[in-house]
T-cell receptor
Framework: GENVEQHPSTLSVQEGDSAVIKCTYS??????FPWYKQELGKRPQLIIDIRSNVGEKKDQRIAVTLNKTAKHFSLHITETQPEDSAVYFC??????????FGKGTRLSVIA | DSGVTQTPKHLITATGQRVTLRCSPRSGDLSVYWYQQSLDQGLQFLIQYYNGEERAKGNILERFSAQQFPDLHSELNLSSLELGDSALYFC??????????????FGEGSRLTVL
């Protein structure tokens, strides 16, 4: 089955700086890569996703890149703000199988 | 509000006991997923139901079972509870029965504490 590794487990950045979270996956058949944000005490919510036929996707201050050859994908947050502080989860799925999540990255944005 | 309702929000029980967690998916969603979130372990997939039938099974212990009813709500039954079962249990729903094809909408979770 699929296995997803996520790094770093914790990340602290100054407000306004960029944050990058990286994930690797094991199964080259995976074709869907979403990112979920979980604020403290809240439910995970989808913030962006990418499919294997696309190399990069942006949505305002967030972007995701995918390198299929290396089997890794990354989340980039620019101009970080205090409200970006949360736990971020990457995930991957082989077609028609449930998402496999990474263990999460706790991002702290310091004002 | 995701539209996914989970009850109870908090539950404290003793080892050896049995509990039932309940989930109502978003209106129109036929798939229900159960995930377990333990400290530093991310979100572990347990089981998926689609329109009343089991669709996929993950790392679900034999002491755990689930079902989805005709009205599409789902229940996760946890029995012979152990201390290590303490976790946050999330239910999520999606429109499609094909896992990995779209957004999961998570409920607020049920926090289980086993003493």
């Amino acid at each position: 089955g699929e296995n997803v590794e996520q790094h770093p487990s914790t990340l602290s950045v100054q407000e306004g700086d960029s944050a990058v979270i990286k994930c690797t996956y094991s199964d080259s058949a995976s074709n869907y890569f979403p990112w979920y944000k979980q604020e403290l005490g809240k439910r995970p919510q989808l913030i962006i996703d990418i499919r294997s036929n696309v190399g990069e996707k942006k949505d305002q201050r967030i972007a995701v890149t995918l390198n299929k050859t290396a089997k890794h994908f990354s989340l980039h947050i620019t101009e970080t703000q205090p409200e970006d502080s949360a736990v971020y989860f990457c995930a991957a799925s082989i077609p028609y199988t449930p998402l496999v999540f990474g263990k999460g990255t706790r991002l702290s944005v310091i004002a | 509000d995701s539209g996914v309702t989970q009850t109870p929000k908090h539950l404290i029980t003793a080892t050896g006991q049995r509990v039932t967690l309940r989930c109502s998916p978003r209106s129109g969603d036929l798939s229900v997923y159960w995930y377990q979130q333990s400290l530093d372990q991310g979100l572990q997939f347990l089981i998926q139901y689609y329109n009343g039938e089991e669709r996929a099974k993950g790392n679900i212990l034999e002491r755990f079972s689930a079902q989805q009813f005709p009205d599409l709500h789902s229940e996760l039954n946890l029995s012979s509870l152990e201390l290590g079962d303490s976790a946050l249990y999330f239910c999520a729903s999606s429109v499609s029965g094909l896992a990995g094809t779209g957004e999961l909408f998570f409920g607020e979770g049920s926090r289980l504490t086993v003493l």
